[in-house]
């Protein structure tokens, strides 16, 4: 994008191309002066359906009540919530449409417990990030990584009663003591729709304590050949499978019973009509475009279910059989809430829908579900949106309406309502798509469901003709039924089934749980499938259940091995990129004699699957929403990485046989190429970190040679970012104008190293460049300290806001399917508006035709966060400004 020489200082640092705003607008288009004067700021901020209002009825970090991160509505229909880092609060909600909106509130007091003792203290009892009213008693999931005397209760699940009547809390029993804290600590609590039991959900840094019962059999591993490398930032590089789990218990915490496991930070859970359990997991944004990177999604959790999530690189892919797929892939994101619309006084398709919640991108999704054999398919509809907008929680109150909050991390924080407001008379027209009636599947699944409590003497004959069903639900159910069985009843059956794909499911089963002695029978076993008379998902399942036997109980005799070799290696390449990354993991493993020449050549020109391009692409419609993680996007999309190859390279770092010299140059040359795409912030390590094992194979006396043709000077360099950039030391604070003015009107002999490094810690090179550094977003700062004041430099970096051009703004599109496109016009004609929505390609450009096109709203807000320079502290801020003046030229004055 060019910049023109005469723009003021305010463009400059102004993210001027991704400036956008969320300001409330329907099928009237903008609302007109003397209207935008009556409404709350707030709630103009927010995007919402037609016939849908929204009330913002509190705001407690301005009340000095901190961030509320969770709610619940007790039986008398108050609203208790709860601050992340703080005390519970009970509030008393006006009527929708009343004229005073602002609720009556109590700090909570929590008794303390001995019995006949009327004292009581507000202690004891907060940092909860879930809130539940269930059996005339508050639970409250306590996630506390800190200790003070005010909230001295460690994280657990814990149950608030009311004994003698006063209406406050002064009975507190710990019913499950969880090790775990943090935000992927334990979670949420929802009721089960009998209203028998309770639902517990936990993120990947909880410890599974010990159950009663296991419906997922306990018999967890990593269970991938693919070489092992963890997050290079070190995140979860500690934790181990299952990560995190589903649990239920009783109301008193006596019995409890691991559901569902696999998951790496799910926030919250919720049952649909059908009484089938759904969840909301978190992506990984660290692996974006990297082969193991999975977006956040919408889980069914069925009984037994496992999601595949492990650490570093090790994840599953969704196609594995061992693992279920989601019914949803919705994309980057964090979420924070998922809820069922059963309850809520909207048209009939929201009340069959879910409502997911997505901090990050700061929207409420509807998830249109669809039943579909034994489980579902859905779609995502954006129900709310507005920026910024962290969605932290929400509850249906007893009035039908929508409650959420906002905050989280210590951010402002609200209480909204939102609620139908158009036809009453059509509320009751349902769409065809979001019907929940059980299918015949659907009902097979959950009779085999009942052998999932362990073990019954009719369960394997019940259970093993669905072992080659259609439907996938219901030949993982059956697996896990037979799972619950002593081997010793099906481990002959196994090893002598016929059936393709009943063989395959019962040897998976058989690897998780038989001796290692029988290795050699299973893959015997398994190489009397035909492989070309079977379809691809069969190919797929097949080369699964191999490479499980070879994980859990090693390589097989000699001969077996040989046989083994010779039965995959004419199928190695196939067509489909999964199927080749099963066969490179496998026969590497094996050390077949081409694996390493056949993989290297593939690598050469593996292309990413459409599906990925697709998903890709629809990344871009999250860029303008947020720009710590949407200007990551953005750099990804025009830079994409090659997925395949990685995931190949990445197999042939610890390849031992096989190699020549022309192939170890080859395969060494496409490092210096794999560092010039751009992917999560972990992109440059995974890769770093797979050419560092392939260089410790290498022959010593060529070392020197393939460390520098593999692009080790770049690094070196500083040409490519390894997350090693001095951030700042700090204490920061909220700068003010005229605060930061008074510290940076006189510099001299500032630190031009320190200064150089927080102009990268503080995102400037994300978008700007310095002495041909950095991004080319925005224009060039070299000449900056030569054109502008120190205050119009100060007053662009903390208050971006405050001049926006039109002719950089970005426009919103409201369609009228009720979707949203945020982008910048690059041209239009009579039919259609020609968007671009991605800063680092604004050559990619997308037709939005006119006549889907509900309204428009042009941008009155930067997308350029305020207070990026609140981290430095005043000698920070000094050396940051010297930087900005002097344009990088380390001979400028303020040096001297």
């Not at 009663?161 to 992927?184: A, C, I, P, R, Y």
């Not at 070489?227 to 290079?232: A, G, L, M, R, S």
């Not at 009779?447 to 009719?458: I, M, N, R, W």
């Amino acid at each position: 994008m060019k910049c023109h020489q005469h723009l003021s200082i305010k463009l400059l640092f102004i993210f001027s191309f991704l400036a956008m705003t969320f300001s409330s607008c329907g099928d009237e288009g903008e609302l007109k002066s003397e209207e935008k004067a009556n409404v709350d700021p707030k709630v103009a901020n927010l995007l919402l359906q037609p016939d849908f209002e929204a009330e913002h009825l509190y705001s407690p970090s301005e009340n000095g009540q901190g961030s509320w991160v969770a709610m619940t509505f007790d039986d008398k229909g108050r609203l208790i919530t709860s601050d992340q880092y703080g005390a519970l609060y009970r509030l008393d909600l006006a009527p929708i449409g009343s004229d005073s909106l602002r609720p009556s509130i109590e700090k909570l007091v929590i008794g303390n417990g001995i019995e006949g003792d009327t004292a009581r203290f507000q202690a004891g009892m907060g940092y909860a990030q879930g809130l539940l009213w269930a059996f005339n008693s508050l639970y409250v999931m306590v996630n506390n990584r800190e200790q003070n005397e005010e909230f001295n209760k460690d994280s657990g699940l814990y149950r608030l009663q009311d004994t003698n009547g006063d209406d406050q809390f002064d009975k507190v029993t710990l019913l499950k003591s969880l090790k775990g804290s943090g935000e992927h600590g334990p979670h949420s609590i929802v009721l089960s729709p009998n209203k028998k039991f309770l639902y517990v959900v936990a993120g990947n840094h909880t410890d599974l304590p010990e159950m009663d019962a296991y419906r997922l059999p306990p018999v967890w591993q990593s269970d991938n050949l693919f070489p092992q490398i963890k997050d290079p930032r070190g995140h979860a590089n500690d934790r181990a499978a299952p990560g995190g789990w589903i649990a239920k218990t009783d109301s008193v915490g006596e019995h409890w019973e691991l559901v569902s496991a696999g998951y790496r930070n799910t926030f919250d859970i919720a049952f649909n009509e059908a009484g089938d359990l759904f969840a909301y997991d978190a992506d990984m944004e660290w692996d974006f475009g990297l082969p193991w990177y999975r977006p956040t999604r919408i889980v069914h959790a069925t009984s037994g279910s496992e999601f595949g999530w492990r650490t570093g690189n090790g994840k599953w892919p969704t196609v594995y059989p061992d693992n279920l797929p989601p019914v949803l892939k919705i994309g980057q994101g964090s979420p924070t809430n998922l809820l069922s619309g059963a309850n809520t006084a909207f048209p009939e398709k929201y009340r069959n829908s879910l409502f997911g919640f997505d901090w990050t991108f700061g929207i409420i999704y509807a998830i249109h579900l669809k039943p579909e054999g034994s489980s579902y398919s859905a779609t995502a509809e954006e129900f709310l949106s507005g920026s910024p907008l962290p969605l932290t929680d929400g509850v249906v109150g007893p009035d039908g309406a929508l409650y959420f909050l906002t905050g989280g991390r210590r951010l402002q924080s609200d209480l909204y309502r939102v609620f139908y407001d158009g036809d009453k008379e059509n509320m009751g027209l349902a769409s065809n798509e979001s019907s929940n009636e059980e299918t015949e599947t659907h009902k097979i699944r959950e009779q085999l469901e009942q052998y999932h409590v362990g073990s019954d003497a009719g369960a394997v004959d019940f259970a093993w003709p669905y072992l080659n069903h259609e439907d996938r639900f219901v030949r993982y159910a059956a697996r896990i039924a037979i799972e619950h069985q002593p081997v010793s009843q099906w481990q002959e059956r196994a090893l002598n089934e016929q059936d393709p794909q009943a063989l395959i499911s019962a040897i998976i089963a058989l690897a998780r749980h038989g001796e290692s002695r029988l290795n050699n029978d299973m893959l015997q076993s398994l190489m009397r499938i035909d492989y070309e008379d079977i379809s691809e998902q069969e190919q797929i399942n097949l080369l699964r259940a191999i490479e499980l036997v070879l994980f859990r109980h090693g390589n097989p005799s000699p001969a077996v091995k040989e046989q083994l070799v010779a039965y995959l290696t004419p199928h190695y390449p196939a067509e489909a990129n999964i199927l080749n990354r099963s066969f490179s993991k496998i026969l590497v493993n094996l050390g077949a004699p081409q694996a390493v020449e056949t993989t290297l050549t593939l690598l050469q020109n593996a292309k990413n699957d459409d599906s990925e391009k697709e998903f890709f692409m629809e990344s871009s419609d999250l860029i303008l929403r947020n720009p710590r993680y949407g200007l990551d996007i953005a750099e990804m999309l025009a830079k994409t990485p090659p997925a395949q190859q990685i995931y190949l390279a990445t197999v042939l770092s610890e390849a031992e046989n096989g190699w020549t010299p022309e192939l170890r140059e080859q395969y060494f040359r496409w490092f210096h190429e794999a560092f010039g795409y751009k992917g999560g912030r972990s992109y440059i390590g995974f890769i770093d970190e797979a050419r560092q094992r392939a260089l410790s194979r290498a022959a010593e006396n060529k070392l020197s040679y393939y460390n520098t043709i593999s692009g080790d000077s770049l690094l070196d360099s500083g040409g490519i970012d390894l997350a090693n950039v001095a951030g700042p030391e700090g204490p920061g604070r909220n700068w003010t104008v005229e605060e930061a003015l008074t510290f940076v009107d006189t510099l001299d002999n500032q630190d031009f190293e320190r200064g150089k490094s927080l102009f990268a810690a503080t995102l400037c090179l994300s978008c700007h460049s310095m002495q041909g550094q950095g991004s080319a977003i925005g224009p060039d700062l070299t000449q900056l300290g030569n054109r502008f004041t120190r205050k119009d430099i100060l007053e662009s970096i903390i208050e971006p806001d405050k001049v926006i051009s039109d002719q950089y703004a970005a426009t919103k599109f409201l369609l009228k399917d009720g979707s949203t496109v945020i982008a910048r016009i690059i041209n239009e004609d009579d039919n259609a508006y020609y968007v671009s929505q991605n800063p680092f390609a604004p050559q990619e450009q997308r037709e939005i035709p006119k006549e889907n096109v509900a309204s428009t709203k042009i941008s009155d807000v930067s997308i350029m966060l305020p207070g990026l320079i609140n981290g430095l502290n005043p000698e920070e801020l000094q050396d940051f400004m010297a930087y900005l003046i002097s344009g990088g030229n380390e001979g400028h004055e303020v040096y001297d």
